[in-house]
């Protein structure tokens, strides 16, 4: 799709999609001059991060207290997460190709079987790829202006780096995230795509008619729309076709992302922690760091972006699973209404299967990717953040020279 090019452009500078079509696929002794350059920019900034990370351990204070333990505590995740991501990209990118090749299939035996046309659905996923490069830009540009303030100095060029280390790895794993969205919104709107497939040619609804106008949009074939009340018992095979299809995908997308997303929800989870550990901290010295505010602004940008990441990401999960239940609920449905015993059986077989095979998300089977992740990581972040604070006052009570004053979210060589 045209509008999809912007995001996807972004996946491949940032190394995050080292696979996908391009214009010498077609010519065999150019393949490996194309393999080449799809994993050059993966490579490429693999080797500019590795150049990033030295500035960590030459912009270190000698000090050991609370908050450079925290600052370690959310830069190792953040830059571990970040490699392995571009690693695992590369490793699974046969994977990846796959991935887009099942779309494309599914897509052309939808429009074959029940003559669906993807013009509303088309214009949906282009906007939400344009809102997920306008969401990432604006989020990574706040936080590395932010950033670059609280550590940046231009006196000692290491401290560049240093910014670049820590910007470069959370902009990248927004984009990852939000990659791994799009895979889960185009499952489910091709799941309610069958859904309005069921109603339209098993169900036998008076709705009907109005679900298969739906289905096809303003330029659909209308020599395929029945009408009201019939039922299309060839079509069973058709829907149990595609619903294979669909599982298939869902199977491919939880290995190729499964392992990542475990890491970055790590990454987001512990660097979520910390900067609600420096609010807190800025809270009760009452601000009395120079510009505390803009560090007090920094804090809050971080936590607000991984939030819109975590939020995005388990919304997209739920949506799936709600969209396979309707399926499934249709499906039922067409079973009561149906008096073809041989088309009930056929039926009842593809409830069984959706029912044992849900088309559900997960993290590498450590969890599902669904709104019930909320509550467990709203505790464990609590339970964490009370610990923090109650090792920073008991590090307030035995400092000899009285409480410790406000620490910067970042400590370079130059503080």
Not at 94 to 113: H, P, S, T, V, W
Not at 191 to 205: D, K, P, V, Y
Not at 248 to 266: D, P, S, Y
Not at 361 to 383: E, K, P, Y
């Amino acid at each position: 799709m045209e509008n999809t090019k912007a995001f996807n452009f972004l996946t491949i500078v940032l190394g995050l999609k080292p696979f996908g079509r391009s214009f010498m696929d077609g010519n065999s002794r150019k393949a490996r001059t194309t393999s080449i350059l799809r994993v050059l920019p993966s490579l490429t900034m693999l080797f500019i991060y590795a150049l990033c990370l030295v500035s960590v351990f030459r912009n270190q204070e000698n000090s050991g207290n609370t908050s450079m333990a925290a600052n370690w505590l959310q830069s190792a995740p953040n830059a571990f997460a970040f490699i392995f991501v571009i690693i695992l990209a590369l490793k699974n990118r046969d994977l990846g190709q796959e991935i887009l090749n099942n779309f494309a299939m599914c897509d052309e035996k939808l429009r074959d079987y029940f003559g669906v046309n993807y013009h509303k659905t088309n214009k949906i996923s282009g906007n939400m790829s344009i809102l997920f490069v306008i969401v990432s830009i604006t989020c990574g540009l706040v936080v590395a202006a932010l950033t670059y303030y609280a550590s940046v100095d231009l006196s000692n060029s290491w401290t560049l780096f240093y910014w670049a280390s820590f910007c470069l790895p959370k902009f990248a794993l927004m984009v990852f995230n939000f990659q791994f969205v799009g895979a889960t919104a185009y499952l489910g709107s091709r799941t309610q795509l069958l859904r309005m497939a069921i109603r339209a040619n098993l169900s036998g609804e008076l709705d009907a008619l109005l679900a298969h106008m739906s289905l096809m949009g303003k330029h659909g074939n209308s020599l395929k729309v029945r009408p009201v009340a019939s039922v299309n018992s060839a079509a069973a095979p058709l829907v149990a076709d595609i619903v294979t299809i669909l599982q298939n995908i869902c199977e491919r997308v939880n290995i190729f992302f499964g392992k990542q997303l475990i890491l970055t929800f790590f990454s987001g989870f512990v660097c979520t922690i910390v900067q609600m550990h420096y609010i807190i901290n800025h809270i009760r010295y009452g601000f009395t760091l120079p510009n505390a505010d803009i560090l007090a602004s920094f804090s809050f940008s971080l936590v607000a972006m991984h939030s819109i990441e975590v939020w995005t990401i388990l919304l997209s999960g739920e949506i799936v699973k709600l969209k396979w239940s309707e399926a499934i609920v249709a499906l039922t449905q067409a079973k009561i209404n149906s008096s073809d015993d041989q088309l009930r059986r056929k039926i009842n077989d593809m409830i069984a299967i959706m029912k044992c095979k849900k088309l559900e998300l997960h993290a590498f089977n450590f969890f599902t990717i669904d709104l019930s992740v909320i509550t467990a990581m709203i505790s464990s972040m609590t339970t964490y953040l009370i610990v923090l604070v109650q090792f920073k006052i008991t590090e307030d009570q035995t400092s000899k020279d009285g409480p410790a004053k406000a620490t910067k979210q970042f400590s370079t060589g130059t503080e």
